[in-house]
C-alpha cells in the first residue's frame, strides 16, 4: 500500500512509558491517542478486506474511492461507523440497548483516535407514509410552531398549539382520514366488474375465492337471496344490502351433499364485500391479499379535509394570508419567498420566520429547493433523503465527530454537486470529519485525503492501494480511480459516430406533476440520454409518460416498439431469502443439477430437495436461514450461525450430494466469476453467469442476499437477467440513473452492454446525470430549466454537440467540458 508519511508524529504507535500500574499505562495510551492526528485502523477483516491497516486524518475530508465491489463501505461503514457505534453503545445502559438498532461489532483488531460517528446512508428501507420532506428535516415543527405562535386566528378562536397543526396528532388530524388527506372507498363498479354473472358465476370478484367464497354465496342462498340470477337483475336495494351492509348476520347453511363426503349444516356469518375489502386491506399481515383489496378500491382526496389532512380549526388560521396546507404545500425556495417578504406583526413572527429561512437554506443550497414539506418520503429517491438528512445536520451544531456519508452525489446534476461541496467544507470548517465514500470524480479531487481500495472486486479486491492527498494517488498503476482521475482511463464516451433514428415515440401536451403541456419526440434505435437538475421531471417524463404510453401502444400491429422494458434500482427481493440466483432464475438450474446426481436420484430427490425455502432438505433448527436469534437478557437480541448447519442452510443429508466435488451450500458460496468456471459446459448457467459478469457483477456470490445488495447492483442484476433471455422483437430499455452507485470504470462496462444492444436493433433511454454518459449518447433531451415549478419543459433537444452548443440550460456547459474532455 502506498501511504505517505504521516505529517505529524503519531503518538500512538510508540511505546508508552513504564508506569506504576496498568491503569496509569492506559490512562496514558489513550491521551496520546486523543492527541493523534489520525484515525488509525488495524487489521480490519469485514467481509472482503484483507487484513487491512490505514491511518485517516481527523479534521479533513477524506474520500474513500475504488470500484464497486472492492471492499471501500467495508472499511468506512462496515469497520469505522460500526467501531464508533459499539464504543458509543459500551457507555449506555444495557436495558436502552435493547431499544437502539445495532448493526454489530466490526471484524478488526484495533481502531484508535476514532471521534464519535454519525452516518448518513442511502437507505434502501422505505419510510413510513406518514413521514415527508418536514417530518424528515423537522421544518414541520418550525413551520407548526410559527402558526401556532404568529398566526391569525379566526375571531373569537382560541390560540391553538404546535401540536393543532400536526396531522400526526389526535389535536390535529382530521378526524374523517385520521391525517392521511386521502381515504380509501369502494364502489358497485370496482366490486362487481361483471353485472353480466350471477353470485354464484363470480359476479363479486372481491370476495375470497375458494371455500371462503363458496361459504359467502351459500350464507346468501340461505338468507333467501338468489344467487344463479345475473347480477343486474336483482333489486338495488338487494344488490346494496349484499354489497355494503355492516350486519353480519349468523344463519344456519346446509351444504349441497358431495357424492364422496358428507357435509353437515353449520352456523354462518355473513360478511359484505366492502367490509372484507376494507378489513383485510387494513389488518391482513398477507402482502398478497392486501394488494388484492387493494385493487377493489379507489383512493379519493378526504371529503372533509379536501386533502389537507387537518382539522377545520386549524386550516382556519393564516400567516401572511396563506394556510399552513398551502405553505406545506409550496416548493421551498418558494417557501422562502414568501416567508422573506411576510410583513412584521411581530418579534415572535420575526423570529421564527427568520429561524425557519435559515432552516430551508441548507436543503435548498443541496438542490432540493423542488420539494414541498408535505412531499411524502416514501415518494424521495434515496439520494434525495440522504441529502435531507445531511441538511439538517448542518443546524445541528455537532463539532469533534467523524460524519460518514454514502455518495452524497448520488440524483445530482453537476450544477447541484458544485453546492453539495460547499456544504461538506462547512461540516468540516464547524471542526468535523468528514468520510465520503463516493464515485463522482469531482468529489474525488475536492478531497484533502484518499484511501483508494482495491485493485478489483470481490476476492480480487479488499487492499488499500493508496491513503494519502489525491495528488499521490498518480503514481499507483494498479488503481483504477487513477486512471480516470486523472484522465488515462477509457472515458464512457469513447465510442462510434451517432447513430441515426429508425423511428421514434412522440408524446403531445404532457401534464403529470411539473410537467406543463411538454411536447418531446424519443427517436428509437439510438441510445437517448434524458438530463436535467434534481427535479426538472425526468423520471417523471420517462418512467411515468413514457412507460405508459408505450405500454397501452404495444398491441398495436403497427406500434414499431415490440417489447417495453424497465430496469429500476429497486430492491430484487426483501428478505435474505431473496438473492442473485434465485431472482435470476439461476438457482433452478443448480438444484435441477444437483437433483440429477445419482446420489439424489437414488434416493428419490427432486429439485425441490434443495431448496432452503422449503422443508425437506433445508436445516429444520435455522428454517433454511443459516442463522438463529440469540436472546440476551437486556441485550438486543444478536444473531449467530445455526448451531446444526454452521451458516450451511441445508440438513446434513442434503450437503452429502456433490456435483463436481461441491456440495450445493458451497456452490451458492461461489462468486459468479468462479462459478462461471465450475459451470462450463452447461449452457442455462452460462448464459446467466456471462451477462451478470458482462454487467461487472462478476464479484458477487450466487448466494449472497438481495438484503445485502445496493441499488445498483440490484439494477444491474435486472439488466442482466434480461441480457440473458434477448430477444429480437424491437425492445425499448428505460433506465432510471444506471450509473448510480458505480465507478467510473464499472461505467465503461455497464455502458458496453447498453450500446450493445442498441447495436443489436434495440432502443436505449436512460435518465442520466454523468455527463460522461451523456456525452456518449445519440440523443439528448435536456429538461429545465429548474427544479419543481421552475423546471417542467424541455429546454433543448439534439445531438450532444447540438446541445451542448445550445447553451440553454444548465446541462450545456457541463456537457460541452465532457465532450472536449473525451475529444
Same mark, same amino acid.
Given at each position: 500500500?502506498?501511504?505517505?508519511?504521516?505529517?505529524?508524529?503519531?503518538?500512538?504507535?510508540?511505546?508508552?512509558?513504564?508506569?506504576?500500574?496498568?491503569?496509569?499505562?492506559?490512562?496514558?495510551?489513550?491521551?496520546?491517542?486523543?492527541?493523534?492526528?489520525?484515525?488509525?485502523?488495524?487489521?480490519?477483516?469485514?467481509?472482503?478486506?484483507?487484513?487491512?491497516?490505514?491511518?485517516?486524518?481527523?479534521?479533513?475530508?477524506?474520500?474513500?474511492?475504488?470500484?464497486?465491489?472492492?471492499?471501500?463501505?467495508?472499511?468506512?461503514?462496515?469497520?469505522?461507523?460500526?467501531?464508533?457505534?459499539?464504543?458509543?453503545?459500551?457507555?449506555?445502559?444495557?436495558?436502552?440497548?435493547?431499544?437502539?438498532?445495532?448493526?454489530?461489532?466490526?471484524?478488526?483488531?484495533?481502531?484508535?483516535?476514532?471521534?464519535?460517528?454519525?452516518?448518513?446512508?442511502?437507505?434502501?428501507?422505505?419510510?413510513?407514509?406518514?413521514?415527508?420532506?418536514?417530518?424528515?428535516?423537522?421544518?414541520?415543527?418550525?413551520?407548526?410552531?410559527?402558526?401556532?405562535?404568529?398566526?391569525?386566528?379566526?375571531?373569537?378562536?382560541?390560540?391553538?398549539?404546535?401540536?393543532?397543526?400536526?396531522?400526526?396528532?389526535?389535536?390535529?388530524?382530521?378526524?374523517?382520514?385520521?391525517?392521511?388527506?386521502?381515504?380509501?372507498?369502494?364502489?358497485?363498479?370496482?366490486?362487481?366488474?361483471?353485472?353480466?354473472?350471477?353470485?354464484?358465476?363470480?359476479?363479486?370478484?372481491?370476495?375470497?375465492?375458494?371455500?371462503?367464497?363458496?361459504?359467502?354465496?351459500?350464507?346468501?342462498?340461505?338468507?333467501?337471496?338468489?344467487?344463479?340470477?345475473?347480477?343486474?337483475?336483482?333489486?338495488?336495494?338487494?344488490?346494496?344490502?349484499?354489497?355494503?351492509?355492516?350486519?353480519?348476520?349468523?344463519?344456519?347453511?346446509?351444504?349441497?351433499?358431495?357424492?364422496?363426503?358428507?357435509?353437515?349444516?353449520?352456523?354462518?356469518?355473513?360478511?359484505?364485500?366492502?367490509?372484507?375489502?376494507?378489513?383485510?386491506?387494513?389488518?391482513?399481515?398477507?402482502?398478497?391479499?392486501?394488494?388484492?383489496?387493494?385493487?377493489?378500491?379507489?383512493?379519493?382526496?378526504?371529503?372533509?379535509?379536501?386533502?389537507?389532512? %387537518? #382539522?377545520?380549526?386549524?386550516?382556519? &388560521? +393564516?400567516?401572511? =394570508?396563506? *394556510?399552513?396546507?398551502? !405553505?406545506?404545500?409550496? /416548493?421551498? @425556495?418558494?417557501?422562502?419567498?414568501?416567508?422573506?417578504?411576510?410583513?412584521?406583526?411581530?418579534?415572535?413572527?420575526?423570529?421564527?420566520?427568520?429561524? %425557519? #429561512?435559515?432552516?430551508?437554506?441548507? &436543503? +435548498?443550497?443541496? =438542490?432540493? *429547493?423542488?420539494?414541498? !414539506?408535505?412531499?411524502? /418520503?416514501? @415518494?424521495?429517491?434515496?439520494?434525495?433523503?440522504?441529502?435531507?438528512?445531511?441538511?439538517?445536520?448542518?443546524?445541528?451544531?455537532?463539532?469533534?465527530?467523524?460524519?460518514?456519508?454514502?455518495?452524497?452525489?448520488?440524483?445530482?446534476?453537476?450544477?447541484?454537486?458544485?453546492?453539495?461541496?460547499?456544504?461538506?467544507?462547512?461540516?468540516?470548517?464547524?471542526?468535523?470529519?468528514?468520510?465520503?465514500?463516493?464515485?463522482?470524480?469531482?468529489?474525488?479531487?475536492?478531497?484533502?485525503?484518499?484511501?483508494?481500495?482495491?485493485?478489483?472486486?470481490?476476492?480480487?479486491?479488499?487492499?488499500?492501494?493508496?491513503?494519502?492527498?489525491?495528488?499521490?494517488?498518480?503514481?499507483?498503476?494498479?488503481?483504477?480511480?487513477?486512471?480516470?482521475?486523472?484522465?488515462?482511463?477509457?472515458?464512457?464516451?469513447?465510442?462510434?459516430?451517432?447513430?441515426?433514428?429508425?423511428?421514434?415515440?412522440?408524446?403531445?401536451?404532457?401534464?403529470?406533476?411539473?410537467?406543463?403541456?411538454?411536447?418531446?419526440?424519443?427517436?428509437?434505435?439510438?441510445?437517448?440520454?434524458?438530463?436535467?437538475?434534481?427535479?426538472?421531471?425526468?423520471?417523471?417524463?420517462?418512467?411515468?409518460?413514457?412507460?405508459?404510453?408505450?405500454?397501452?401502444?404495444?398491441?398495436?400491429?403497427?406500434?414499431?416498439?415490440?417489447?417495453?422494458?424497465?430496469?429500476?434500482?429497486?430492491?430484487?427481493?426483501?428478505?435474505?431469502?431473496?438473492?442473485?440466483?434465485?431472482?435470476?432464475?439461476?438457482?433452478?438450474?443448480?438444484?435441477?443439477?444437483?437433483?440429477?446426481?445419482?446420489?439424489?436420484?437414488?434416493?428419490?430427490?427432486?429439485?425441490?430437495?434443495?431448496?432452503?425455502?422449503?422443508?425437506?432438505?433445508?436445516?429444520?433448527?435455522?428454517?433454511?436461514?443459516?442463522?438463529?436469534?440469540?436472546?440476551?437478557?437486556?441485550?438486543?437480541?444478536?444473531?449467530?450461525?445455526?448451531?446444526?448447519?454452521?451458516?450451511?442452510?441445508?440438513?446434513?443429508?442434503?450437503?452429502?450430494?456433490?456435483?463436481?466435488?461441491?456440495?450445493?451450500?458451497?456452490?451458492?458460496?461461489?462468486?459468479?466469476?468462479?462459478?462461471?468456471?465450475?459451470?462450463?459446459?452447461?449452457?442455462?448457467?452460462?448464459?446467466?453467469?456471462?451477462?451478470?459478469?458482462?454487467?461487472?457483477?462478476?464479484?458477487?456470490?450466487?448466494?449472497?442476499?438481495?438484503?445485502?445488495?445496493?441499488?445498483?447492483?440490484?439494477?444491474?442484476?435486472?439488466?442482466?437477467?434480461?441480457?440473458?433471455?434477448?430477444?429480437?422483437?424491437?425492445?425499448?430499455?428505460?433506465?432510471?440513473?444506471?450509473?448510480?452507485?458505480?465507478?467510473?470504470?464499472?461505467?465503461?462496462?455497464?455502458?458496453?452492454?447498453?450500446?450493445?444492444?442498441?447495436?443489436?436493433?434495440?432502443?436505449?433511454?436512460?435518465?442520466?446525470?454523468?455527463?460522461?454518459?451523456?456525452?456518449?449518447?445519440?440523443?439528448?433531451?435536456?429538461?429545465?430549466?429548474?427544479?419543481?415549478?421552475?423546471?417542467?419543459?424541455?429546454?433543448?433537444?439534439?445531438?450532444?454537440?447540438?446541445?451542448?452548443?445550445?447553451?440553454?440550460?444548465?446541462?450545456?456547459?457541463?456537457?460541452?467540458?465532457?465532450?472536449?474532455?473525451?475529444?
Amino acid at each position: 500500500m502506498h501511504q505517505p508519511a504521516d505529517p505529524s508524529p503519531a503518538p500512538a504507535d510508540a511505546s508508552p512509558s513504564p508506569s506504576p500500574s496498568a491503569s496509569a499505562a492506559a490512562s496514558a495510551a489513550a491521551t496520546a491517542a486523543a492527541h493523534d492526528p489520525f484515525v488509525r485502523v488495524r487489521g480490519a477483516r469485514e467481509h472482503n478486506l484483507r487484513g487491512v491497516d490505514v491511518d485517516v486524518p481527523r479534521d479533513a475530508l477524506t474520500v474513500f474511492t475504488g470500484v464497486s465491489g472492492s471492499g471501500k463501505s467495508s472499511l468506512a461503514f462496515g469497520t469505522l461507523y460500526a467501531e464508533a457505534q459499539r464504543r458509543y453503545f459500551e457507555s449506555v445502559a444495557p436495558y436502552a440497548r435493547r431499544l437502539i438498532h445495532q448493526i454489530g461489532a466490526p471484524k478488526v483488531d484495533s481502531v484508535t483516535g476514532l471521534p464519535p460517528a454519525v452516518s448518513l446512508e442511502q437507505r434502501r428501507s422505505s419510510p413510513g407514509s406518514r413521514s415527508s420532506v418536514g417530518t424528515v428535516t423537522l421544518l414541520s415543527n418550525s413551520l407548526r410552531m410559527l402558526y401556532s405562535r404568529a398566526g391569525t386566528h379566526p375571531p373569537g378562536a382560541g390560540r391553538l398549539d404546535s401540536d393543532a397543526f400536526s396531522p400526526n396528532t389526535a389535536a390535529g388530524a382530521c378526524p374523517s382520514c385520521h391525517g392521511l388527506g386521502r381515504i380509501h372507498r369502494t364502489s358497485e363498479e370496482l366490486l362487481v366488474p361483471d353485472p353480466a354473472l350471477s353470485i354464484r358465476q363470480g359476479a363479486i370478484a372481491a370476495w375470497p375465492g375458494a371455500w371462503q367464497g363458496k361459504n359467502l354465496r351459500d350464507i346468501l342462498e340461505a338468507l333467501g337471496h338468489d344467487v344463479d340470477r345475473a347480477w343486474r337483475e336483482l333489486p338495488a336495494k338487494d344488490r346494496e344490502w349484499i354489497l355494503f351492509t355492516e350486519e353480519q348476520p349468523v344463519v344456519t347453511v346446509h351444504p349441497v351433499r358431495d357424492a364422496d363426503r358428507i357435509q353437515r349444516p353449520y352456523q354462518g356469518t355473513y360478511t359484505s364485500a366492502h367490509r372484507y375489502v376494507m378489513r383485510t386491506y387494513a389488518d391482513s399481515k398477507s402482502a398478497t391479499l392486501r394488494a388484492r383489496a387493494e385493487r377493489f378500491l379507489e383512493d379519493s382526496p378526504c371529503p372533509a379535509c379536501e386533502g389537507r389532512r %387537518l #382539522r377545520p380549526e386549524a386550516l382556519a &388560521v +393564516t400567516f401572511a =394570508g396563506y *394556510g399552513i396546507a398551502e !405553505l406545506a404545500g409550496m /416548493a421551498l @425556495s418558494e417557501l422562502d419567498g414568501v416567508l422573506a417578504s411576510a410583513p412584521a406583526s411581530g418579534e415572535a413572527a420575526r423570529v421564527l420566520a427568520e429561524d %425557519l #429561512r435559515s432552516r430551508i437554506r441548507p &436543503v +435548498t443550497e443541496l =438542490g432540493l *429547493g423542488y420539494l414541498s !414539506l408535505d412531499r411524502t /418520503a416514501p @415518494s424521495l429517491s434515496a439520494g434525495e433523503l440522504q441529502r435531507l438528512r445531511l441538511a439538517t445536520q448542518l443546524r445541528s451544531g455537532l463539532f469533534g465527530v467523524v460524519y460518514v456519508l454514502d455518495e452524497p452525489s448520488a440524483g445530482l446534476h453537476p450544477a447541484d454537486t458544485e453546492a453539495l461541496l460547499g456544504v461538506l467544507d462547512r461540516l468540516k470548517e464547524a471542526g468535523n470529519t468528514v468520510f465520503v465514500v463516493e464515485h463522482h470524480m469531482d468529489v474525488v479531487r475536492h478531497a484533502d485525503w484518499l484511501v483508494d481500495v482495491g485493485p478489483l472486486a470481490g476476492e480480487h479486491g479488499g487492499q488499500v492501494l493508496y491513503s494519502g492527498p489525491p495528488p499521490g494517488l498518480a503514481g499507483v498503476a494498479r488503481s483504477a480511480t487513477a486512471r480516470h482521475l486523472f484522465g488515462t482511463g477509457a472515458g464512457a464516451a469513447a465510442r462510434g459516430p451517432v447513430r441515426r433514428a429508425t423511428g421514434s415515440v412522440q408524446l403531445e401536451g404532457v401534464d403529470l406533476h411539473n410537467l406543463r403541456a411538454v411536447a418531446a419526440r424519443f427517436p428509437l434505435g439510438v441510445f437517448t440520454a434524458v438530463t436535467g437538475v434534481s427535479g426538472s421531471g425526468k423520471s417523471t417524463l420517462v418512467g411515468q409518460v413514457l412507460a405508459r404510453e408505450v405500454g397501452e401502444r404495444l398491441a398495436e400491429p403497427d406500434f414499431p416498439v415490440r417489447r417495453l422494458v424497465e430496469v429500476d434500482q429497486k430492491p430484487i427481493g426483501r428478505t435474505p431469502r431473496s438473492n442473485l440466483a434465485t431472482y435470476t432464475g439461476l438457482f433452478d438450474v443448480v438444484r435441477r443439477i444437483f437433483a440429477a446426481e445419482p446420489q439424489a436420484r437414488a434416493r428419490g430427490w427432486k429439485a425441490g430437495r434443495f431448496s432452503f425455502n422449503v422443508a425437506g432438505g433445508r436445516c429444520e433448527t435455522c428454517q433454511g436461514e443459516g442463522f438463529v436469534s440469540v436472546e440476551l437478557l437486556f441485550l438486543p437480541s444478536t444473531y449467530a450461525p445455526c448451531p446444526d448447519c454452521a451458516g450451511a442452510r441445508y440438513n446434513a443429508e442434503t450437503l452429502e450430494v456433490r456435483h463436481r466435488g461441491l456440495n450445493i451450500a458451497e456452490v451458492l458460496a461461489l462468486t459468479v466469476e468462479a462459478a462461471t468456471a465450475f459451470f462450463a459446459g452447461v449452457p442455462a448457467a452460462e448464459r446467466s453467469l456471462r451477462a451478470l459478469e458482462g454487467v461487472g457483477l462478476g464479484y458477487l456470490r450466487l448466494g449472497q442476499p438481495a438484503t445485502e445488495l445496493s441499488g445498483g447492483e440490484a439494477q444491474r442484476i435486472k439488466l442482466a437477467t434480461e441480457l440473458q433471455r434477448l430477444r429480437r422483437d424491437h425492445t425499448l430499455y428505460l433506465l432510471d440513473e444506471p450509473t448510480t452507485g458505480l465507478h467510473p470504470a464499472d461505467v465503461v462496462v455497464l455502458l458496453r452492454q447498453l450500446h450493445g444492444l442498441v447495436d443489436a436493433g434495440h432502443s436505449v433511454v436512460v435518465v442520466e446525470h454523468d455527463m460522461a454518459v451523456v456525452a456518449g449518447a445519440d440523443w439528448v433531451i435536456d429538461l429545465g430549466p429548474g427544479g419543481g415549478t421552475a423546471g417542467g419543459r424541455i429546454v433543448a433537444s439534439g445531438t450532444p454537440a447540438e446541445v451542448a452548443a445550445s447553451g440553454a440550460g444548465r446541462t450545456s456547459a457541463y456537457l460541452a467540458r465532457a465532450l472536449a474532455g473525451s475529444a
